[in-house]
């Protein structure tokens, strides 16, 4: 039973490491190309990028030898001008992702380090990106902007936040605002003029309902508020223009009846 116990925990113990790296994304980084320098200067930075790649515990970094292998085998020239069928066929054989190829430029006294991100799935550069440095000894800081943006590009995107609530004081203002547009002003004081208090009575009764635009999208609290508020003033404006209708239908009518009386 001991020995069975020891083997399930030395096996575990041995896998265990493995799972991690494979969960965290693959990136192939070619040697660059040495352009009016040491021939060695490309490789030597390439070589430095992986290592700062794989410091930072964010990556499963191809090793060299490994990537050499593959290439040798499978016959493919990976140079600056990869094309997207070698980089779909590479990055399938070792497992990246995210293949990094470029070059480093000495002119003068400047260093150029020209750099691009392939994505291994589709072939397709989607990014490219030139550091400079004025002496040998800044290439390391060099190295370390190429990791900030292979770290930028496996940051997760941000999930668009749901536009903000506006506090219940303007939910009131905008739900009045829209009652005072939606009611028929005219209508109401016809009402009030032609049918008088039934006109006056009618208005108190009608239920208005707001505009289902309005009202899209929002939470609940914010709907309550919303149809509350506008009902409340869609109502008293309905009840004050047909008291009005009514008012002024009423003057007329007694100024014309004494008009008429003898």
């Known amino acids: 039973m001991i020995s069975r116990i020891f083997f399930v925990v030395a096996l575990v113990s041995i896998l265990a490491p493995a799972v991690g790296p494979q969960e965290l994304p693959g990136v192939a980084v070619m040697d660059f190309e040495s352009i009016g320098g040491d021939p060695h200067l490309g490789p030597g930075v390439a070589e430095n990028l992986r ?25 493919l020239q990976v140079t600056g001008l990869i094309s997207p069928e070698s980089a779909v066929k590479l990055g399938k054989l070792v497992g990246a992702r995210l293949i990094v190829v470029g070059s480093v430029v000495k002119f003068a006294n400047t260093y150029t380090l020209n750099v691009r991100f392939i994505d291994a799935e589709t072939g397709v550069a989607i990014r490219a990106e030139k550091v400079q440095a004025g002496f040998e000894a800044e290439i390391p800081e060099m190295v370390d902007k190429v990791v900030e ?44 003029c032609l049918l008088g208090v ?56 007694l100024l014309s009846m004494s008009a008429a009386a003898p």
Request: with cysteine; hydrophobic share 40%; charged share 20%.
């Open 198 to 253: 039934f006109g006056v009575l009618g208005a108190y009764i009608w239920e208005p309902s707001p505009p289902t635009v309005a009202l899209m999208g929002k939470p609940p609290e914010y709907i309550s508020v919303y149809i509350r508020e506008y009902k409340k003033k869609a109502k008293s404006l309905q009840a004050k223009y047909a008291l009005y209708g009514c008012i002024t239908w009423s003057v007329i009518y």
């Open 149 to 192: 943006m292979i770290m930028g590009i496996y940051e997760p995107k941000p999930v668009p936040s749901p536009p903000p609530i506006p506090p219940i004081p303007d939910v009131v203002i905008l739900a009045q605002q829209q009652a005072e547009t939606d009611v028929n002003k005219l209508m109401w004081f016809g009402a009030g």
């Open 51 to 75: 290592t700062a790649l794989l410091q930072t515990g964010q990556f499963r970094v191809i090793e060299r030898s490994a990537l050499q292998k593959v290439l040798e085998e499978q016959k």
